[in-house]
Structures are given as structure tokens and as C-alpha cells.
């Protein structure tokens, strides 16, 4: 189907629903690359569970893009590099990468709600974005549980700010105590080299 550019006059939320697409598929790359270190298995299954909806809706309002006449205008993030390699690094504790817990009372769709009821996209893009808005909703909410629980994890723990487990602290005792017996042998040699 043709459009005729006399006629046809682009919506003012084409850039919305760009960043968004840039957005929410860049996300699911951070939050499944998290979900692939953390040892924390109920983290896991929520990271992933949040990166296949952010990977989904990366690629719906791409397609929503298409459907309007318009393609995916890509544009580079420069912290995103730095973002992927901590949070998929996995010398780097859920508890840093979860951060301070942010009380926020915004709404973080306030601008997306005002602009739906006072009528601004149309009747597909409407369906659309009221599905987005109430699935991010459940996916912020199951990600404040998630990251709660390793919070609550490292308070109750008796290993300050979630360090290393006893198993790991009792392997690097061992390690070390080798690498001394190992620098002794090694003298040795040296000494009767001489």
C-alpha cells in the first residue's frame, strides 16, 4: 500500500516508538547477559523472563514502525558497551549490579498516559502501547521483588555485603595456602641450583 507524502503527515510519536524499540532491545541483551552469570537462580529465571519481554517489545514496535511506513532508526548508545561488560561479569555480585533500592512515586508513563488520553496515536499504536505500559508495569514489579530478595539475601548473610560464599572463601584457603607451599619448593630448587 502506497502512501501519498502530500497527503500523509508523519505522526509527531514516530520517534517515540523508535527509542522505544531501541530501548527495550537493548535491555533484553543487558538483563538475559545478567541472567547468564548470576548464580542466583530465582534472579535468573526473573532477568530472563523480563529480557524475553523487553526483546519482544523491541521487535513489536519495530514492526509497528514498518506497519506506519517507517523503519527503525538505529542510534548508538555510547554507555552501552560499558553496561553489557558489568553486567555480564561475573566477578561482579548481583548486590552491585541490583544497586541502592530508589523510591520513586513517578510515573514513568505519566508523559505516555497523558498523551493516550488526550487521543494522540491511533487505534493500533493505542492497543499497543496500553499493552506495553501494563507489562512493563509487571516486569518493574517482578524485578523490585527479585532484586529485594538479594538485598534481603546480603542483609541476612553473615558474610558482609554478600562476599564470597564459605565454599569459595574455604577453595581460596586452599589455594593460597598451595601457592605458599609451591614458593617454599621453589626456593628450594633455586637455593640447591645455586
Not at 28 to 54: H, I, K, M, Q
Not at 121 to 127: K, W
Not at 158 to 171: K, L
Request: proline share 4%; with cysteine.
Amino acid at each position: 500500500m502506497e502512501t501519498n507524502s502530500a497527503t500523509t503527515q508523519k505522526p509527531d510519536y514516530i520517534g517515540l516508538l523508535n527509542t522505544i524499540a531501541l530501548a527495550e532491545s537493548a535491555a533484553g541483551v543487558y538483563l538475559e547477559a545478567w541472567a547468564d552469570v548470576t548464580p542466583n537462580c530465582d534472579l535468573a529465571c526473573t532477568l530472563r523472563l523480563v529480557a524475553a519481554r523487553e526483546k519482544s517489545h523491541g521487535e513489536v514496535f519495530a514492526r509497528r514502525l514498518c506497519e506506519l511506513g517507517y523503519a527503525v532508526e538505529k542510534k548508538t548508545d555510547p554507555s552501552s558497551a560499558e553496561r553489557l561488560a558489568l553486567l555480564s561479569n561475573p566477578n561482579v555480585s548481583d548486590l552491585e549490579k541490583v544497586g541502592e533500592r530508589k523510591e520513586g512515586s513517578s510515573d514513568p508513563f505519566g508523559g505516555i498516559r497523558r498523551r493516550l488520553a488526550e487521543g494522540e496515536f491511533d487505534p493500533m499504536t493505542t492497543n499497543l502501547m496500553n499493552w506495553y505500559i501494563a507489562e512493563e508495569v509487571d516486569s518493574g514489579r517482578r524485578l523490585r521483588e527479585a532484586y529485594d530478595c538479594v538485598r534481603g539475601a546480603c542483609e541476612t548473610s553473615a558474610q558482609p555485603a554478600c562476599g564470597p560464599s564459605a565454599d569459595a572463601e574455604a577453595m581460596m584457603a586452599c589455594m593460597t595456602a598451595g601457592f605458599a607451599r609451591l614458593e617454599k619448593s621453589l626456593e628450594k630448587l633455586v637455593k640447591a641450583a645455586k
